[in-house]
Each structure stands twice: as C-alpha cells, then as structure tokens.
C-alpha cells in the first residue's frame, strides 16, 4: 500500500507519484498506446512499455496493474487509500466516458470506480505537508498552506470573494471607528453576585459619637462588698400593715375575784337510783289498763264435742288422685289445627358451593365523585375554565359536603401581575357559569417558578339558598421569585352570596386568569367530591 507520502507535490519532480506517472507514461508512449504492439508475457508479473520493450514494473511504484479502467478494484477497504494501480490500455468514447491508461490513485472508499482518481489530475485532498504553490518567474518564491489551528476533527471551509485583490494579513487590517454606543438594557432582575470584600482600613484616630444610652439591664449586677457600719441612726421606715398571722399566746394571767350569783338556771342533773318498795296501800288504786295480748299457746286444748252436721258445702273440695288409664279409644279424625312446631334439629354438614351465581344486589350509594384532567391545560393571560375540574352537584351535596382540587403548574418569565381564582357553579361547565367565590393572590414576578394550588370550598346550606365557603392556598419553590414574590404560602378564603343549587345540570369547577402576560400551564387538576348525599 503507498503512503499519503504518495500524493503529488507541486514544483516537485522526486515525489514517488510522479516518477509512478512518468515511468508508467513512458512505458505505455513508447507503444503508443495500441496498434501493432506485441502484448505482455503472461506470467503473473507486471509490466510496463521502456525502449520498445516490455519490462518488470517494480512493486515499489505501484500495488497493482489492470487492463482497462473498469477493472480497478472497488471493494471497500481493499485495497487501501492511497494505492497506486496502473490501467495499461484506454478505454471509452472521447468526450463521453474516455478514461485513459496510466497511474490511478485510491482517494476514495465508497465501493465505486469513482473512488479512483486519475494521477495526471490533483487528488481532492492534499497533506498541508505536501502543498505549496511555486513562482513561475522565480521557483524560489514559494508559498505553503498549513492548517494546524483548527479544531481536531474539524474541516473549514475557506471562501473566496467574487472579485480580484490582495490578501491583507491581520497585522495590515486597520480598525474602524467605534460604533455609536447601543440603548441602555433592561435592569436585570437578578441580582449581581457580591464582590469581594476589601481589606480592612486603618484604625482611625478620631473617636466616633457616642452612642444613645442603651435600655436598663434586666440581669442584676454583681454585689458590691459591704461597707462600714453606720454612726449615725437611719431614719424611721413607716409603719408596717397588721399582722395576718396571730403571735403566740401569752401565759395564764391570776384568777379574778367570785362573780355574783347567776340569775339563769343551770342544767338539771341526772336521775338518781330508785328507792326502796313502800308497804301496800290500804286502798285499792285504780284499774291499770290491760297489758297486751300474749303470744299464742303451744299447747293444744281438749276437743269439744261434735257439732250438727252442717250443710253441704258451696265450694268443691280438693281433686282426688287420677285413676287407671282405660283402654285406647279408636283413631279420631286428623286435627285441622297445626301442632306445635318441634324443636330445630342439629345443623347439617355444609353443601358444596354453589355453580351459578347469585343476583347481585342494588349498588350502594356514592360517598365521593372524582375527576382529573388528561392532557395539559394552559391559562394565557385570561381567565381559563381549567379542563378536569367540573363536578355534578346536583343531587349530590348535603350541608358538610366538601369540594376540592389539588392542581400542580409551571410559569414561564412572562407575567407579573396578581392572578385570580373562581369558584363557578351552573350548567356549562364553562366560563359561562357564574363565579360564586372569587379570591385573588399576590404579584407575580418575571421568573419560571412551579407551584402546588389547593382550592377548597364547604357546603354550609342547600336548595335555592345554598351557601359555600371556601378559598385557595398556593405554595412555590423558587424562594421570591416566579409565581409570588415571596416566600410564604399564599392563602386567601371568601363566602358565596346564596344561589340556587336545585337544577338537575348544575356543576361546580374552577376557572383561573394568570393576569396579564402570564402563562400557566396546569400538569395536574384533580377534583373531588366528598361526603356526598
């Protein structure tokens, strides 16, 4: 395989190339090219035309010979670029597909004939080692391209003006005037980052003012040691409030004289014992009354004699005791009377399963209705009924139901002003329904920012005098700027005028306008429908 060494210098006849092309020219002239010269020995070897005669082409100066043009190789990457191969007879028509013999090089490697190129031609690609234009007056006078400043694997292409002069070299070009100064930008929205700090000054020499005398210390100072003992009495301190707790008591003063006899009677004294029995009376005292009854006696007394029969008694003494069972009696008619019912016998083993299945019973009554969105949906700059957010009420709420959205959005840098929320009910589902709870949040700023928005609204009464409360709470990540210009959460909360709830087709949802400029766009509204009638 020849070497990109290979490719042809201008204004240098020693190149490799060339003395291919020469000695390959001269073989094949000295022929003529065709007419009445003897072929080649087949024997394997490559030859070329020198001093009428065949002779040995050494394998140094080309990789391969062929008869015509539409034999050169054309398998990819065989042979390899920058092969030399000699075609030893011409071929085509003039003017139309004449390809003539001599050195073709491989500067191509697309599979196709057109990957040879012709060595008395200049190949497509030159080595900036090899390539220099040459003064035709004084072959001295040279110049040479280099690419050696471009980017590795980087081709640039160099156009030239459609018209005649001289190349100037950056050192000869001149500036020109400096343009008129460009309109002041915008002020940034962010800020700088700071500097670095200076070094400290020197200390000054002048004192600074004195400062304003600072507020009482609420932590007492240290005790300071006790001075000497006064000479000198202090004055009197005011005299204190009486005492709450009594003093102990003193000791027994002497006994006072006797007092004077009381005029009130004491207490009468106890009962004394009972004296001795006196001696009987010689005159009967009254009748005592009768004592009571005693207890009745434990002993019978005799039996009197036997009465007269009295008459038969009106009342049926005692049943005597049940007799022999007679004889059975013969069969009675069947009773039209049911018997009572016999006690529940035991529970019987458990069947198999059942193959066909059961009824299924009524559906229970809904406790929660949901809906969400499918796609996204963008708020620019108006007021936008959000897609996903529409709930049926009718029917549906009772005092104490809950509705809910939870929505997730991105800003763009447009948009500064405070955006609203609505809270609408009615038959549309649309902006065309009225907004019964408006709120409204804070200015925004001119920075992308995403957010968390919940809207929250209660029913406090129902009918043609329903009554909701509610409002919305906003939360963002990026600090102070984007959808708020703070860091809090933004919460602001209203309660609706009464409205009629009745109509079978009423809907609630919620429409939100970013404000001017602003565009929203929601990734996520989910609404819900909580302890539903």
């Keep these: 395989m020849a070497d990109s060494s290979l490719r042809p210098q201008v204004g240098d006849t020693s190149n490799l190339l060339l003395k291919k092309l020469v000695e390959a020219t001269q073989a094949l002239a000295a022929g003529g090219g065709g007419g009445g010269i003897p072929d080649a020995p087949v024997d394997g070897i490559t030859y070329g035309r020198k001093d009428a005669a065949w002779v040995a082409v050494q394998a140094g100066y080309i990789d391969g010979d062929v008869q015509f043009y539409a034999d050169?190789?054309?398998?990819?990457?065989?042979?390899?670029?920058?092969?030399?191969?000699?075609?030893?007879?011409?071929?085509?028509?003039?003017?139309?597909?004449?390809?003539?013999?001599?050195?073709?090089?491989?500067?191509?490697?697309?599979?196709?004939?057109?990957?040879?190129?012709?060595?008395?031609?200049?190949?497509?690609?030159?080595?900036?080692?090899?390539?220099?234009?040459?003064?035709?007056?004084?072959?001295?006078?040279?110049?040479?391209?280099?690419?050696?400043?471009?980017?590795?694997?980087?081709?640039?292409?160099?156009?030239?003006?459609?018209?005649?002069?001289?190349?100037?070299?950056?050192?000869?070009?001149?500036?020109?005037?400096?343009?008129?100064?460009?309109?002041?930008?915008?002020?940034?929205?962010?800020?700088?980052?700071?500097?670095?700090?200076?070094?400290?000054?020197?200390?000054?020499?002048?004192?600074?003012?004195?400062?304003?005398?600072?507020?009482?210390?609420?932590?007492?100072?240290?005790?300071?040691?006790?001075g000497p003992v006064s000479t000198v009495a202090g004055p009197t301190g005011p005299t204190g409030a009486n005492s709450t707790v009594a003093g102990p008591t003193g000791p027994t003063g002497p006994t006072g004289p006797t007092g004077a006899n009381s005029t009130v009677a004491g207490p009468t004294g106890p009962t004394g014992p009972t004296g001795p029995t006196g001696a009987d009376a010689a005159v009967a005292g009254p009748t005592g009354p009768t004592g009571p009854t005693g207890a009745n006696s434990t002993v019978a007394g005799p039996t009197g004699p036997t009465g007269p029969t009295g008459a038969n008694s009106t009342v049926a003494g005692p049943t005597g005791p049940t007799g022999p069972?007679?004889?059975?009696?013969?069969?009675?008619?069947?009773?039209?009377?049911?018997?009572?019912?016999?006690?529940t016998g035991p529970t019987g083993p458990t069947g198999a399963d059942s193959t066909v299945a059961g009824p299924t019973g009524p559906t229970g009554p809904a406790t929660a209705l949901y809906n969400?969105?499918?796609?996204?949906?963008?708020?620019?700059?108006?007021?936008?009924?959000?897609?996903?957010?529409?709930?049926?009420?009718?029917?549906?709420?009772?005092?104490?139901?809950?509705?809910?959205?939870?929505?997730?959005a991105s800003k763009t840098v447009a948009g500064t002003a405070v955006p609203t929320y609505n809270i609408r009910f009615g038959a549309g589902g649309t902006l065309t329904d009225t907004a019964r709870i408006t709120t409204t949040g804070v200015a925004q700023t001119a920075a992308t920012d995403f957010a968390r928005i919940d809207i929250v609204a209660v029913v406090r009464a129902l009918g043609a005098t329903t009554v909701v409360a509610g409002g919305h709470c906003l939360q963002h990540s990026n600090g102070v700027i984007g959808f708020k210009n703070d860091e809090g959460n933004n919460i602001a909360s209203a309660t609706s005028a009464a409205f009629d709830s009745t109509p079978g087709s009423t809907q609630a949802g919620i429409s939100i306008n970013p404000g001017a400029a602003g565009v929203w766009t929601f990734q996520v509204v989910s609404a819900c429908l909580e302890n539903t009638a």
């Excluded at 398998?75 to 139309?96: C, F, H, M, Q």
């Excluded at 391209?145 to 190349?167: N, Y």
């Excluded at 070009?173 to 670095?196: I, L």
């Excluded at 007679?326 to 006690?343: E, H, K």
Aim: aromatic share 8%; proline share 10%; hydrophobic share 35%.
């Design 72 to 226: 050169l190789p054309i398998t990819i990457g065989t042979p390899a670029l920058d092969s030399a191969y000699l075609v030893r007879e011409p071929s085509g028509v003039w003017l139309v597909n004449y390809h003539p013999a001599g050195i073709y090089i491989r500067t191509g490697n697309s599979g196709a004939l057109s990957d040879w190129t012709y060595a008395g031609e200049f190949p497509d690609v030159f080595s900036d080692a090899n390539f220099q234009v040459y003064n035709a007056a004084d072959a001295t006078k040279q110049l040479k391209f280099g690419v050696g400043l471009i980017t590795p694997a980087t081709v640039r292409t160099a156009q030239w003006p459609d018209k005649d002069g001289t190349v100037a070299m950056l050192d000869d070009v001149q500036p020109g005037p400096t343009g008129p100064t460009g309109p002041t930008g915008a002020a940034s929205t962010v800020a700088g980052p700071t500097g670095p700090t200076g070094p400290t000054g020197a200390n000054s020499t002048v004192a600074g003012p004195t400062g304003p005398t600072g507020a009482n210390s609420t932590v007492a100072g240290p005790t300071g040691p006790t």
């Design 325 to 343: 069972t007679g004889p059975t009696g013969p069969t009675g008619a069947n009773s039209t009377v049911a018997g009572p019912t016999g006690p």
């Design 372 to 408: 969400a969105n499918a796609t996204d949906v963008v708020a620019n700059a108006t007021d936008t009924y959000l897609t996903g957010s529409a709930l049926t009420v009718s029917g549906f709420i009772k005092v104490g139901s809950t509705l809910r959205w939870s929505l997730m």
